[in-house]
């Protein structure tokens, strides 16, 4: 499991930057297309695991599976770009602007939205047997999931909007390390590892993910989940992609940007 040292893979993080920023449209929205549809899965298996076993320990140990299918496949997640794309920007790349990376984000939080909703839908489907009865438990369980995550932050008002916002930044805290501890393995299994780790403490400790609310948001709403739309927008999925904005960023991208790849000089001992 051969380990790349901090400034060789941290500067892989902006060479994924800059490969992001210059990626076509097409490519763009079918990679995070399909990334959305891989974690939303990863959420629902995850979901059914815990009702299952009634253990949720059980489901946050083996929700990264997705992560680490998404990642190995090529496929881009909001989460990610948010953390690598800037890097390219500031690092003066060839035809790397921020209106490229707005587009970016703009494509891949589409991408991931659509993807995420198919299998909502499909999911939704089979937990109502087509829509012909009422949701097995574990539909139940993702309709109070969004219960519990748009009406009950409301519920607290503006501490309960700070919460969420910390949330979003403490998730995308571990994910972007998760991201960023694959391209420290030249061998699958060391990706695995490094990325296996982060996203179980995100998943276990109920940091809100962007993506995976695409998933249980609009699927408990079709399974019959006691909250709107407009909840769910404003009570959740907004402030947590703001969040997850700046937790990569922060404290993922430009902190090891900062020091492993712009490197202050060495003090001079007297």
């Given at each position: 499991?051969?380990?790349?040292?901090?400034?060789?893979?941290?500067?892989?993080?902006?060479?994924?930057?800059?490969?992001?920023?210059?990626?076509?449209?097409?490519?763009?929205?079918?990679?995070?297309?399909?990334?959305?549809?891989?974690?939303?899965?990863?959420?629902?298996?995850?979901?059914?695991?815990?009702?299952?076993?009634?253990?949720?320990?059980?489901?946050?140990?083996?929700?990264?599976?997705?992560?680490?299918?998404?990642?190995?496949?090529?496929?881009?997640?909001?989460?990610?770009?948010?953390?690598?794309?800037?890097?390219?920007?500031?690092?003066?790349?060839?035809?790397?602007?921020w209106a490229g990376v707005l587009r970016n984000w703009t494509l891949v939080f589409f991408?991931?939205?659509?993807?995420?909703?198919?299998?909502?839908?499909?999911?939704a489907i089979i937990f109502t047997y087509g829509f012909s009865e009422a949701p097995n438990a574990v539909g139940q369980k993702i309709g109070h999931i969004g219960e519990g995550r748009t009406l009950g932050y409301a519920a607290h008002g503006a501490a309960g909007m700070l919460t969420l916002f910390i949330r979003g930044v403490m998730c995308n805290w571990m994910v972007s390390t998760g991201v960023v501890a694959a391209m420290m393995s030249t061998s699958v299994s060391g990706k695995v590892i490094g990325m296996w780790m982060p996203i179980l403490i995100f998943f276990y400790m109920g940091f809100e993910h962007s993506i995976v609310n695409m998933f249980l948001f609009p699927s408990g709403l079709l399974l019959g989940g006691q909250f709107t739309f407009m909840d769910y927008l404003i009570w959740n999925e907004i402030p947590t992609v703001i969040g997850n904005l700046v937790g990569g960023l922060t404290f993922v991208g430009a902190t090891l940007y900062a020091t492993h790849y712009k490197t202050a000089p060495q003090r001079v001992v007297a």
């Amino acid at each position: 499991m051969a380990y790349l040292a901090p400034a060789e893979f941290v500067t892989k993080m902006v060479d994924a930057g800059e490969s992001k920023l210059l990626m076509s449209t097409r490519d763009t929205l079918i990679r995070s297309y399909m990334a959305g549809a891989i974690l939303a899965l990863a959420a629902a298996f995850a979901v059914t695991v815990t009702v299952n076993t009634g253990n949720a320990l059980i489901g946050a140990l083996l929700f990264p599976v997705g992560f680490c299918i998404l990642y190995l496949l090529g496929f881009d997640l909001l989460t990610g770009v948010f953390t690598l794309t800037p890097l390219a920007v500031l690092d003066k790349r060839p035809g790397a602007t921020w209106a490229g990376v707005l587009r970016n984000w703009t494509l891949v939080f589409f991408g991931n939205f659509a993807g995420a909703l198919t299998v909502a839908l499909f999911m939704a489907i089979i937990f109502t047997y087509g829509f012909s009865e009422a949701p097995n438990a574990v539909g139940q369980k993702i309709g109070h999931i969004g219960e519990g995550r748009t009406l009950g932050y409301a519920a607290h008002g503006a501490a309960g909007m700070l919460t969420l916002f910390i949330r979003g930044v403490m998730c995308n805290w571990m994910v972007s390390t998760g991201v960023v501890a694959a391209m420290m393995s030249t061998s699958v299994s060391g990706k695995v590892i490094g990325m296996w780790m982060p996203i179980l403490i995100f998943f276990y400790m109920g940091f809100e993910h962007s993506i995976v609310n695409m998933f249980l948001f609009p699927s408990g709403l079709l399974l019959g989940g006691q909250f709107t739309f407009m909840d769910y927008l404003i009570w959740n999925e907004i402030p947590t992609v703001i969040g997850n904005l700046v937790g990569g960023l922060t404290f993922v991208g430009a902190t090891l940007y900062a020091t492993h790849y712009k490197t202050a000089p060495q003090r001079v001992v007297a």
